[in-house]
């Protein structure tokens, strides 16, 4: 009888250890509470300090756009009409028309946190051609015809801004392929914008989001980002760390390029830990002292335009940032507008400062991974903006 019992245990183990076991549910994430805190002028680090003419092109810029608040109205008013150079009035009138809040986010039990991930980003020049050939052997593509975008507020308005991308498989809208998934197939043919040199600068170009490409015929366009597979970004440096490869420390951009060239054999195996795909489209570069336009729809402007999570900050509202100089370790502290978005860029404090298009900017962005804060400036008059995250019903 015991024999018996002791071989039914066994075997119910056994069918045990060759199925499935149906495991909990992970805890949803509680997503952090977000608090804008009003400050004076004077608590601000650096602000007698900073050239906001510096920055007065872009705010006047970001005050065209259909996508600033109405809120905005009397002051970009007012902002339009100040002198480009005058300092002093521009000062005055931020003063006068709008309000400093500190942008904070707590967590669980009272756990406040002022402070978050700043990093930079920059135009890259590469070099490439109309024609695949032994030297441009890396394509850049424009949008597969085959992608879908399903705008999921015109369904559910609770789901403001938030958007799915797949393709269709019959009646069904199913996931886009990944990286690893296009590479494989090599596709999307037929949609190859340009060939470039380096599938390393291809594939950084994807990270940046736009970039100028020198053609063998001499002239330069400018590829701007279109869309995306709808893959999650996930950064390749974060492999190569648990690869033991490099340590956190090390895990630069320009330590990350190094590797992947000294690695030609592993670099689509590093590629693919990234299942997000970029698609661009060309356009002309009629002025070059011109920056891309980021997703607010105006050129970005060198150390003065941020890319931020828009479902925690307002897309163009001017911002106060306050972090380290990557390249002196000096502070770095001054008037920003943010005028672009990314897909790594998530959470309230986290901002991607933009550097330009030359080689320091290639160097600053690279390096530029440190804590930072930031404020939100606001007309006076008006209470600040509400997160806009999606909510479940």
Not at 35 to 54: I, K, N, Y
Not at 73 to 89: G, I, K, M, N, T
Not at 172 to 195: I, S
Not at 286 to 313: F, M, Q
Request: hydrophobic content about 40%.
């Amino acid at each position: 009888m015991r024999a018996t019992a002791a071989a039914s245990l066994a075997a119910m183990l056994l069918v045990a250890g060759c199925r499935t076991v149906p495991q909990p549910e992970p805890p949803v994430p509680v997503e952090p509470e977000l608090r804008f805190e009003a400050v004076t002028w004077e608590s601000l680090p650096g602000w007698q300090q900073d050239r906001t003419v510096e920055a007065w092109h872009a705010l006047v810029a970001s005050c065209g756009t259909s996508r600033m608040a109405a809120a905005w109205q009397a002051f970009c008013v007012e902002a339009a009409a100040l002198p480009a150079q005058d300092a002093r009035a521009q000062r005055r009138l931020i003063e006068d028309r709008l309000r400093a809040y500190r942008v904070t986010s707590y967590e669980g039990a009272g756990k406040r946190s002022d402070a978050g991930l700043i990093t930079g980003y920059y135009e890259p020049f590469l070099k490439g051609s109309r024609r695949k050939s032994t030297v441009y052997q890396w394509p850049l593509h424009a949008v597969p015809e085959d992608l879908v975008t399903v705008d999921l507020a015109e369904v559910y308005p609770a789901l403001q801004g938030v958007r799915v991308r797949g393709k269709l498989q019959g009646r069904r809208v199913v996931p886009y392929p990944d990286r690893a998934q296009l590479a494989a197939a090599k596709t999307p043919a037929g949609k190859e914008l340009l060939w470039v040199d380096s599938a390393v600068d291809a594939f950084f170009l994807e990270i940046q989001g736009s970039g100028r490409v020198r053609l063998d015929d001499g002239s330069t366009v400018r590829l701007a980002f279109a869309d995306v597979n709808g893959r999650p970004y996930r950064a390749i440096g974060r492999y190569l760390v648990d690869q033991g490869e490099m340590t956190a420390e090390q895990a630069t951009a320009p330590a990350l390029r190094d590797w992947l060239r000294q690695h030609p054999d592993r670099q689509q195996e590093v590629f693919n830990q990234n299942p997000s795909v970029v698609f661009f489209r060309e356009e002309k570069l009629p002025d070059p002292a011109v920056g891309p336009r980021g997703a607010l729809g105006v050129p970005l402007t060198p150390g003065r335009s941020v890319a931020i999570d828009p479902r925690w900050l307002p897309l163009g509202a001017p911002l106060y940032l306050s972090t380290t100089d990557p390249l002196s370790a000096a502070p770095l502290q001054r008037l920003v507008l943010a005028q672009d978005t990314g897909g790594a860029i998530r959470g309230a404090i986290r901002a991607d400062l933009f550097w330009g298009w030359n080689t320091p900017a290639d160097e600053a962005a690279g390096r530029m991974r440190g804590q930072g804060s930031l404020w939100l400036l606001w007309p006076a008059e008006q209470a600040p903006p509400a997160p806009s995250l999606p909510r479940a019903n």
